[in-house]
């Protein structure tokens, strides 16, 4: 694997465990509470890429995110795929899915 990655953080999910800022400081910093942002627009590097996977596996509530160039570029399916026209939701265990 080679060439530029892109990611995004969801801060929602974020439980400020920090990890990511340890591992690549270039890439994320923590505010006063210890929850992460993102420095820049989510492209990283070649020479940065190994210490933003690492945080990324990390990342014990998965809040950072690789992105294809799909999704960066606002496309979110294939034009193969069909869309669903109504959301189907079953409950298995408690949850909602």
Known sequence: ???EIRIR?????????GACAKHA???????DWGYASLIGDGRVA????????RALFDCPVHAII???????????RPADTP???SPVFEARWGYAQ
Not at 9 to 17: A, E, K, N, P, V
Not at 25 to 31: E, I, T
Not at 46 to 53: I, T
């Open 66 to 76: 690789e992105i294809s160039d799909n999704e960066f570029d606002g496309e979110t």
């Open 9 to 17: 953080l969801d801060r929602t999910i974020c439980d400020g465990f």
């Open 46 to 53: 070649e020479a940065d890429r190994d210490d933003v996977l």
């Open 1 to 3: 694997m080679s060439g």
């Open 25 to 31: 400081p270039k890439h994320f910093s923590l505010d």
């Open 83 to 85: 869309a669903d026209d």
